[in-house]
DNA sequence: AGGACGCCCTGTTCGC
DNA sequence: TGCGAACAGGGCGTCC
């Protein structure tokens, strides 16, 4: 689901193809996705204008509206964004729609409706408003071997935790747990300063490969638990059964021979 | 503080 | 085979 590797991916995306266009139209299909602005609001702040250059905080995708503010979005679940040009490849969905000059369009799709669109002053004033942590590819070593020390609970929910660390969602956390080696429902305060350390190097790495496979399961290498992460599936390293455990709600998939 | 739970959402999968 | 229940899970609010 949309985590840090995706919202790179969409950025990218974003990147290539919606900067510096002069918007022509914007149009909300569905004003419930909408996060404190309102359909005119909206289009008020977008039309004419174009994007100048796009950020991007935890889960949190922005771009720069010139001389204005910033737009953002989140994907909840379900969501992504796609650009297109003829009417007839607009995807089921599109609860967000920007054309452009050049007549081509950029759809927020989100079949779920647990995203949000929004205008926002910068990205810090979100990030604040939101109270995320710091994000999973910028938190320094530090910052992830304190938290650690304060945290109590078990070591996936804490991984999920925005308000501690931005970007990581249930998915993810099973990547890195798998890694890492490290069972889902350790508690964080059982975790020794090595194995704190080598869970820290076990979310970079595994988020650095998932955004170069473009937050692709098939182009994931082939030791990821990712494309097992379904019922009867084997371990890809030592060919158990994986299991699931329930941890803040959400189902952790994991190893229970390799994972302790 | 953190966890269990319900809710929002709707398409897909599961189980009888 | 068919239908409703359960599930998927990001984030929030409530309760404990």
Request: proline share 5%; hydrophobic share 35%.
């Amino acid at each position: 689901m949309p985590e840090i590797p995706d919202v790179e991916t969409y950025k990218r995306y974003f990147n290539k193809t919606s900067l510096h266009q002069r918007i022509r139209r914007v149009h909300v299909e569905s004003p419930s996705i909408l996060f404190e602005t309102s359909p005119q609001g909206l289009g008020h702040a977008l039309k004419h204008k174009s994007f100048q250059s796009t950020d991007s905080h935890g889960k949190y995708l922005f771009a720069a509206i010139e001389d204005d503010k910033w737009l953002v979005m989140h994907f909840g679940m379900t969501g992504e964004i796609k650009y297109f040009q003829h009417q007839k490849d607009m995807p089921k969905y599109t609860r967000f729609l920007i054309t452009f000059e050049n007549g081509c369009h950029l759809a927020y799709v989100a079949p779920r409706k647990l995203g949000r669109v929004g205008l926002v002053d910068t990205p810090q004033s979100l990030i604040t408003g939101q109270h995320l942590g710091p994000d999973a590819l910028e938190i320094t070593g530090e910052q992830f071997h304190e938290q650690a020390m304060k945290r109590r609970g078990n070591v996936k929910s804490w991984l999920m935790a925005q308000s501690s660390i931005a970007g990581i969602g249930n998915v993810y956390s099973d990547e890195i747990l798998f890694h890492a080696r490290i069972h889902p429902k350790r508690s964080v305060s059982d975790l020794d300063e090595a194995t704190v350390q080598r869970l820290y190097k076990a979310m970079q790495s595994v988020l650095k490969a998932a955004i170069d496979a473009g937050a692709d399961p098939d182009e994931m290498p082939s030791s990821f638990l990712l494309p097992h992460r379904n019922k009867g599936a084997h371990c890809p390293v030592c060919g158990t059964r994986i299991a699931t455990v329930k941890a803040s709600g959400r189902t952790a998939w994991y190893c229970p021979k390799c994972q302790t």
